[in-house]
Structures are given as C-alpha cells and as structure tokens.
C-alpha cells in the first residue's frame, strides 16, 4: 500500500512559477513510476508528465513540454512538478500517482495509487 500527499498549489499570475511536490509513504517507492495527472472543472482528468523509477527517464504531454519539469528524490520518498511560464489554462486539479512495475505509462487507469489533489490556480 502506498500513500501519496500532494502540496505545493496555489494561486500564481500568469507566467508564474510553482513547484508541486507529492510525498509517498512505504518502503517501495522507488518500484513505483510516478505521475502526475490534472482535472479541470468539467473535464477528463489529463496526464501531464511522468517519471521512471530511478528517475533517469521521463515524459511530458505536449501542452506542458518546456514548462514543466518531473524529478524525484528516491531518498526522500517525494516526486516533484516544477511548473513555469503557467498560463490560465494550466488552472486544474493536479494528482500525482503511482505505477507498479517502474515503467512509464501515461493511462490513468494504469496507475494503482492517487493523492488526493492539490489546486493550482493561474490567474490572467
């Protein structure tokens, strides 16, 4: 079993910098590939980025590639999001989750644990 706790949202300008961070409880963690995934109102929840296990691969959506930077601390249990240049339509919910097995995927359904989310808002 793991648990994942998500901080770091907030309310940011447009062209604004924030850095989410997911802390994961157990002694597995680094099996897991971690994402991170984003739900605005109405809408599908999207992924947005991934990172292996040993952090040595990772995989952006393209509406994020260049802003957005994956990186975990194995040592620490916590996977970070380091978002810049934010934009309104990066407003959303954003979870950070876990993949047995290590290897990336980016299908929610592929993911066995969630967080329970943290609100990023980007105001214009």
């Known amino acids: 079993q793991v648990q994942l706790v998500e901080s770091g949202g907030g309310l940011v300008q447009a062209g604004g910098s924030l850095r989410l961070s997911c802390a994961a409880s157990?002694?597995?963690?680094?099996?897991?590939?971690m994402g991170w995934f984003r739900q605005a109102p109405g809408k599908e929840r999207d992924f947005v980025a991934v990172i292996n296990w040993s952090g040595g691969s990772t995989y952006y959506a393209d509406s994020v590639k260049g802003r957005f930077t994956i990186s975990r601390d194995n040592a620490k249990n916590t996977v970070y999001l380091q978002m810049a240049s934010l934009k309104p339509e990066d407003t959303a919910v954003y979870y950070c989750?876990?993949?047995?097995?290590?290897?990336?995927?980016?299908?929610?359904?592929?993911?066995?644990?969630w967080g329970q989310g943290t609100q990023v808002t980007v105001s214009s």
């Open positions: 989750a876990a993949a047995r097995g290590g290897l990336m995927r980016v299908g929610p359904t592929s993911y066995d644990y």
């Open positions: 157990g002694r597995t963690f680094s099996s897991y590939a």
